[in-house]
């Protein structure tokens, strides 16, 4: 998956990086630029939240989930939450799911710089501090008559702690609807961190081979990618559309020693892609 996420964190930043040389030649004998670094208004998106979950990573149990939750992000310059919930259909070899999920990303940013030739285009390192809440369950509504009705809830807890890099843009020129009032920005964090089962009596995932009721070594990852049209729609209100992608993978062993979780999070080869999460999001901003 890191290997799809870096062409696409690549190809924004260079989006960004050449939206900015355009600005400059376009500003050139204009006026003196803005040099205020750009800004992300707080908005509220929308959107079908494509959800790949494997319990247990490398084959098929009863606890994973493929298809879309209809999910809704508070995001903010420094951070997001992100709450999703959905449901899949029952199969001849597994009953149907439920699943809801809740994803916060807080932090702060450190500026390399705030512009970049008197262009509002900064650099910065995101620091952003992650939790991330799940549960899968039966869904009764859906189930047959037949089928398991007393499968023990999976209840998933993470956390981390992250840094990454992103770029923000503001475009200064053009028509005045358009003229500060479009800004642009990629955001890509990592953060290492330790996940768990939080549920009691959870005897079905004992039967796995490496079960997640003790806790695990996790790295997640974001990556977004957000345009919004500031004052679209208003004094205050614009318009946002963006796209998420994030993963969580795993240890397959709980560590036992500091050098045991050093050595892991350097070489993560063993790790097990456990959660792969994309959605293209629109709503609003203020």
């Known amino acids: 998956m890191e290997r799809q996420i870096r062409p696409i964190l690549s190809a924004a930043l260079l989006l960004l990086l050449n939206a900015g040389l355009a600005t400059a030649q376009t500003s050139t004998g204009q006026g003196t630029p803005k040099t205020n670094d750009p800004s992300l208004a707080p908005s509220l998106t929308v959107g079908y939240l494509n959800t790949d979950f494997s319990y247990r990573g490398t084959s098929a149990t009863a606890y994973d989930f493929e298809g879309p939750l209809a999910a809704l992000m508070l995001g903010w310059q420094q951070g997001s ?8 259909d029952s199969t001849s070899v597994w009953p ?5 999920n ?8 450190v500026y390399i710089f705030r512009s970049l030739f008197r262009l509002p285009l900064a650099l910065y390192v995101p620091l952003r501090l992650n939790a991330d809440y799940g549960y899968v369950s039966l869904n009764t509504e859906n189930a047959s008559a037949d089928g398991p009705d007393d499968r023990p809830t999976l209840h998933l807890a993470g956390g981390g702690l992250g840094a990454g890099g992103g770029a923000r843009l503001a475009f ?21 961190g330790l996940m768990g089962n939080l549920g009691e009596g959870f005897d079905a995932a004992r039967t796995l081979e490496r079960p997640l ?10 990556l977004n990618v957000e345009l919004q049209f500031k004052n679209l729609l208003g004094d205050s ?19 036992d020693s500091f050098s045991d979780v050093l050595g ?14 994309h959605v293209f999001r629109t709503g609003l901003n203020w």
């Open 81 to 88: 939450l992100t709450l999703s919930y959905g449901t899949s």
């Open 96 to 100: 149907a799911l439920r699943t809801a």
């Open 102 to 109: 809740a994803s916060l990303w807080i932090g702060g940013d």
């Open 172 to 192: 200064p020129v053009g028509p005045s609807f358009i003229k500060d009032n479009l800004v642009a920005q990629v955001s890509y964090v990592f953060a290492p």
């Open 213 to 222: 009721d003790e806790l695990k070594l996790r790295w997640a990852t974001d």
């Open 237 to 255: 209100v614009g318009v946002t559309a963006g796209y998420t992608l994030r993963t969580v993978s795993r240890s397959p062993e709980r560590p």
């Open 264 to 277: 892991a999070f350097i070489d993560r080869s063993d790790f097990v892609e456990v959660t792969d999460q």
